[in-house]
């Protein structure tokens, strides 16, 4: 914040979080050069035009920019940046987080500590799953997931992975690629999901029929990437032990069946949640709008 002040007209700083139209109001309101948001923050394309023509960068602190229209940004000649890099090891740090709590049932076994410990499972009873020794399938081999897959090996996991196209063997992280997806999938004791996001959902009802029973799906990306109907349905046939998710199709207002079924361990979207990393991605994500106000080239620009 002092660094903002310091290089901006920055304003006074909201009392309550900001919606999609408070953002644009506020912008015209003050003929606001570049706009500065996260991941929680829709700006469609309804609102952008609706934005002044004051404003040259909508730059937002986060790796994904799946909540900007591009293509409506670009018709405005409106520059868009992101903050690629800075949160690859928070990120890998969550999504094997994400997979213990999920395998080690996490969430049933906290509910039983904060009523108390007045009840308590039998030798046989509410057991979870090893992670030591599974074998993980990684969606998507960028930084992130080579991350999870470096972790993964302390674990002494076997890894596969599937991407468009195969890694230099040395950024593999001794991992086995698979060219096609639904080739994978059946050999996945875990799958995690580590794609950038997109609108259609890479886990829809036939990908979830394709994976082992008992499997466990892990999604620290993108909620786009999953067909969240399904992932209910695979939960409820067996298909599926558990999930682990800290993303969701409606964000903040996602599927509350979810947070009811008891082998769902479920996280608000804090994947880059770290003093260190934060900090690092609003450094950059004002030297984006720095540089775009300085008419010099923005690192970090996104385009459709």
Known sequence: MARAQRLFDIGSRPSRMMRSAD??????????????????????????????????IISTA????????????ARRGVLVSNTPDVLTDATADLAMLLILGACRRVKEN??????????SNGFSEGLG???TGRTLGIVGMGRIGRALARRARGFGMPILYH???????????????????????????ILSLNLPGGRAPVMTRDAFARLPDQAVLVNAARGSLVDEEALLEALASGRLAAAGLDVYRREPGFDR?????????LLPHVGSATTETRLAMAMRALNN?????????????VRA
């Open 129 to 131: 799953l090893e992670v």
């Open 289 to 301: 709008v720095e540089a775009a106000l300085a008419g010099r080239p923005v690192p970090d620009e």
């Open 163 to 189: 991407n468009r196209t195969r890694l230099p063997e040395d950024l593999e992280e001794g991992a086995t690629y698979f060219a096609n997806l639904e080739d994978m999938l059946p050999e996945c004791a």
């Open 23 to 56: 953002v644009v109001e506020a912008a015209r309101r003050r003929e606001a050069q570049a706009i500065l948001i996260s991941v929680g923050l829709v700006l469609g394309e309804a609102e952008i035009e609706q934005l002044p023509g004051s404003v040259r």
């Open 110 to 119: 906290m509910e039983i500590m904060a009523e108390g410990w007045v009840r």
């Open 62 to 73: 986060s790796v994904g920019f799946d909540h900007i229209d591009l293509a409506a940004a």
């Open 257 to 265: 069946r979810l947070a009811e079924h008891p082998r769902t361990f």
